[in-house]
């Protein structure tokens, strides 16, 4: 986590603002060396949701020794060129990409869960070494689906005032937790972000707000109600949400149909474009490895079909994270890659201030094929 101080200052009102900050912050600042292990290829900013500008990102990335980051956000690429700008400001080569839902409709998975916790015959899947001069051209593609997504957004809202007995208006309350305003997207956990600021104000923080979670039917581990008790933590809120998202989310939440664009469109955007559509494994969950997933299954059971409907389809990436698997999870997912001749990307996604930038799972040399990918992908990006 970055000094607060210096990131108020990368998280300024303006891209103007924030990239002056960081030419005179990175002037004055002795950066860690450069670890060649340590890449990152899924950060997500304030334009999806984090407590990162895309500016910041950059920052902190570089500030833990990575030696190469890429973006990525929820249904938009609308920071991009700032992260470009911020890592030319420092020096570091960078990659630019951005994450959706897809609908499994009219395929082999069509009704089967996959990657989604949240939802059955939609899959999380990642557009990543877009070229520069394609942003725009995704921008316009998702203005569509990002509104169709703030339509359920608004009706969730009202399904938050029912459930949990609070007044909330997704106009006043949650759009300004996002930067809808500036082309980003409104996701649940800005829907749950707007909920914790709420109870904060109800109840209060510490034994107020064990108290209040405890009437919502919230069962807190001890780590979270260390976390609850913790009132000089500047993030209390983003700690909030986070047991909020577990424990509250499937009360409220609405099935995404009209926000989804199918496979075979997704597909044939990443063709026009010039760009890599990765389906982003996930794997069952037990004991979590990270500590972060309650028990659930997924695609496991099923994997060589996910193979199957993605070859078919024409998809020929997998994006993973190399913590979140059992090594006999990995073993066999990274056989698949190379029995359908799969390009791997890695990317552990960031979007909580007690997160750090860096994977250390890669300092495995098992893993020397996902660094390379990420140069791969950043070389794709100016060729292009």
Known sequence: MIDIAVLEQLNAPTKEERLENLKRIAAQTQFPPEVPQYINNHIHTTYSFSPYSPTAAVYAARMEGLCTAGIIDHDTIGGAREFLEAAEVIGMPVTIGMECRVSMKGTALEGRRTNNPDQVGVSYMTIQSVPHDKIDRLMEF??????????????????????????????????????????????????????????????????????????????????????????????????????????????????????????????????????????????????????????????????????????????????????????????????????????????????????????????NPMFANLIEATWKLIEHEKNA
Not at 188 to 213: D, P
Not at 217 to 233: I, P, R
Not at 327 to 337: D, K, M, N, V
């Open 142 to 363: 998702f203005q569509p689906y990002r509104e169709a997504r703030n339509r359920r957004n608004q009706a969730m809202t009202e399904k938050i005032c029912e459930v949990a007995g609070v007044e909330m208006d997704f106009e006043k309350d949650v759009l300004p937790c996002s930067w809808w305003d500036k082309g980003g997207s409104v996701t649940e956990r800005h829907l749950m972000y707007a909920l914790a600021k709420k109870l904060v104000q109800q109840a209060g923080k510490g034994e107020g707000m064990v108290r209040k979670l405890a009437e919502m039917g919230v069962t807190l581990s001890e780590k979270q109600k260390a976390q609850m008790m913790d009132l000089e933590y500047p993030f209390y809120e983003y700690d909030l949400l986070g047991i909020l998202k577990s424990a509250f989310v499937p009360k409220i939440y609405i099935e995404a149909d009209e926000e989804c664009p199918k496979l075979d469109q997704m597909v044939a955007l990443c063709k026009e474009i010039d760009a890599y559509l990765c389906y982003a494994y996930l794997g069952d969950v037990g004991d979590s490895v990270t500590g972060d997933k309650k028990a659930q299954k997924f695609e496991d059971d099923y994997l060589e079909d996910v193979f199957e409907c993605l070859k078919d389809a024409g998809v020929t990436c997998i994006t993973y994270m190399p913590t979140r698997n059992t090594p006999a999870q990995l073993e066999r997912l990274r056989g698949l890659c190379r029995q359908y001749g799969m390009f791997e990307v890695s990317g552990e996604d960031i979007n909580t201030p007690r997160q750090s930038f860096v994977i250390k799972a890669m300092e």
